[in-house]
């Protein structure tokens, strides 16, 4: 049923953002297994977040040799290898999917891919501390509040069952 009205909805493009955190391989997976039925594509995402650069660059100005071009320099390298890798695990061929790594405010920079490659839907993870706010101050939230498309969210079961006794807590109150 889900993918006959994907398919009605002709989702041909999936943008898939990912952190690097311990959730990105099952974001990755969810993602992938959408799109291989559809024919979709996927263009897998990640911004460092400007916050960061800015850290760097205000290290630097004490005098200790940083530099915010060798910082992104080093985070991409790294990325990319740590992506290369959960894609083998994954058997997910390259001609699947594209990367791409950028550098700024994470949600609008994930905005503006949105618009810039016409992408039908963004599959992306979220996680919850607070079930007050599942959401707030979080790329997922901002994004859930702000993209013109749709937005599938995936929980890794770690996630979910944090969220089931949160959940279950705050009931019995």
Do not use: W
């Not at 559809?38 to 400007?50: M, P, R």
């Amino acid at each position: 049923m889900v993918f006959y009205l994907l398919e009605k909805l002709m989702i041909k493009k999936i943008l898939v953002p990912i952190a690097f955190s311990k959730y990105s391989k099952g974001i990755i997976k969810f993602a992938n297994d959408l799109a291989v039925p559809l024919g979709a594509e996927l263009l897998i995402a990640n911004v460092v977040n400007e916050r960061d650069i800015e850290a760097v660059e205000r290290i630097a100005s004490f005098g200790y040799k940083v530099d915010s071009d060798q910082y992104i320099a080093t985070i991409q390298k790294e990325r990319v290898a740590e992506l290369e890798l959960i894609l083998a695990e994954l058997k997910i061929a390259e001609e699947r999917y594209n990367f791409v790594f950028q550098a700024g405010d994470p949600t609008m920079e994930l905005l503006r891919l949105v618009i810039k490659h016409n992408f039908d839907l963004v599959v992306m993870g979220t996680r919850a501390k607070d079930i007050k706010h599942i959401f707030t101050g979080s790329v997922a939230e901002k994004m859930f509040r702000k993209c013109p498309i749709s937005i599938i969210f995936h929980r890794d079961g770690d996630v979910a069952k944090d969220l089931d006794k949160r959940v279950r807590k705050e009931l019995k109150h």
